[in-house]
């Protein structure tokens, strides 16, 4: 199974910083990378698909970029309701796998 | 608008069987190929299972092959799982999800509760 690592777990941020994660996967998944935003009690979101691609409604503040074994997921001008928990997932190759997630905080 | 609604969740003493549905409106369900995510309490997600569009073909993770299984019905436009054997472990929010045009999750339920306990 391709194991899929996120790093940090969590980081704190101010509203308006520009941050960044990783998330490395264990061996290559080409582009096959997607990432999600998940909120308390709320279910996942999808923000992005094909390591570079904005899902359609997610403002442009996201990005990524990667492609073989290591993404990145940045926020330009990060707004208070970007707080929240990212988690990629690979879908290269079954079984689908997720990393275990970057939880966003404030400062 | 396109929605997921998953029902029929609960509490399960360990080795019981459960059923979960998800009913699809808003968009052509049959085009789709359809996912269960689960999430444990307090934990990230884990795919579970997969159906094909047209129901043929299936995935599962490991951890739950031989006691769930996934299936569709494109004329109710509604998703299944049937559950058996179930641990301790399976406790979680199991959510539906649409497998999107674009290769991820573009759809989510809001998810129902399993949880199995004595």
């Known amino acids: 199974d391709i194991q899929m690592t996120q790093s940090p777990s969590s980081l704190s941020a101010s509203v308006g910083d520009t941050i960044s994660f990783t998330c490395r996967a264990s061996?290559?998944?080409?582009?096959?990378l997607n990432w999600y935003q998940q909120k308390p009690g709320k279910a996942p979101q999808l923000l992005m698909y094909g390591g570079s691609s904005l899902e359609n409604g997610i403002p442009s503040r996201f990005s990524g970029r990667g492609s073989g074994t290591d993404f990145t997921l940045t926020i330009t001008g990060l707004q208070p309701e970007d707080f929240a928990t990212y988690y990629c997932?690979?879908?290269?190759?079954?079984?689908?796998?997720f990393g275990q997630g970057t939880r966003v905080e404030i400062k | 608008e396109v929605q997921l609604l998953e029902s029929g969740g609960g509490l399960i003493q360990p080795g019981g069987s459960l059923r979960l549905s998800c009913a699809a409106s808003g968009f052509t369900f049959k085009f789709y190929a359809m996912s269960w995510v689960r999430q444990a309490p307090g934990k990230g997600l884990e795919w579970v299972s997969t159906v094909s569009s047209g129901g043929g073909v299936t995935y599962y993770v490991d951890s739950v092959k031989g006691r769930f299984n996934i299936s569709r019905d494109n004329a109710k436009n509604t998703l299944y799982v049937q559950m058996n054997g179930l641990r301790d472990e399976d406790t979680a929010i199991y959510y539906c999800a649409r497998r999107g045009s674009h290769d991820g999750f573009d759809i989510w339920g809001q998810g129902t509760l399993v949880s199995v306990s004595s």
């Open positions: 061996e290559s998944i080409n582009t096959y």
């Open positions: 997932q690979q879908s290269d190759s079954m079984p689908w796998t």
